[in-house]
């Protein structure tokens, strides 16, 4: 009689099978990809602090962008007050001469602390009203003397030449 035990046995397995199924239907119809679910998926994640993020990120820039300028400027100001000279050699400047500006007057610019040491000249800045723009007249550098000495030397840059 090997029958009558199997018959059994597969009542028992279909119904823990039965009640397995029970208990794993709610889960699965929970995990289930409904085309809601679906559409949420592809959807782009959206940072809902995005704009407090991104202004916060601009300020971070401006910030640092504010202290570099003020960090340059303290050393071009450091640097000047010494009158661009040559540590090592305070006869000697670390200016260089640049003279291929499209207006034609030469420049300086200091090795040392990278100041472009301008004559006086025009820039032209953005105008709404004018297409010309607006012409704005840049004085003339306070260091630009050593241009000057430079040009009336013939060399080059003040590191070679004692002035
Ligand atoms: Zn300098």
């Known amino acids: 009689m090997p029958e009558k035990p199997e018959k059994n046995e597969s009542d028992v ?28 998926i592809r959807r782009p994640w959206v940072d809902p602090n995005q704009a407090e993020t991104e202004r916060k990120l601009r300020e971070q820039m401006a910030n640092d962008e504010k202290r570099g300028r003020a960090k340059n400027k303290a050393v071009q100001d450091a640097c000047a007050k010494m009158g661009h000279r040559h540590p090592q050699d305070p006869t000697k400047n670390t200016v260089n001469i640049i003279r291929n500006f499209h207006d034609g007057q030469s420049r300086g610019i200091c090795q040392r602390c990278l100041k472009i040491i301008q004559p006086l000249h025009w820039e032209i800045y953005y105008d709404d009203k004018d297409p010309n723009g607006r012409r704005v007249a840049i004085p003339e550098d306070e260091d630009y003397y050593i241009v000057r000495q430079l040009e009336s030397t013939g060399a080059n840059s003040g590191f070679g030449t004692a002035i």
Do not use: G
């Open 13 to 40: 397995v279909a119904k823990t099978v039965e009640a397995v199924m029970a208990t794993l239907a709610p889960i699965l119809k929970e995990i289930s990809l409904s085309p809601e679910k679906i559409e949420a």
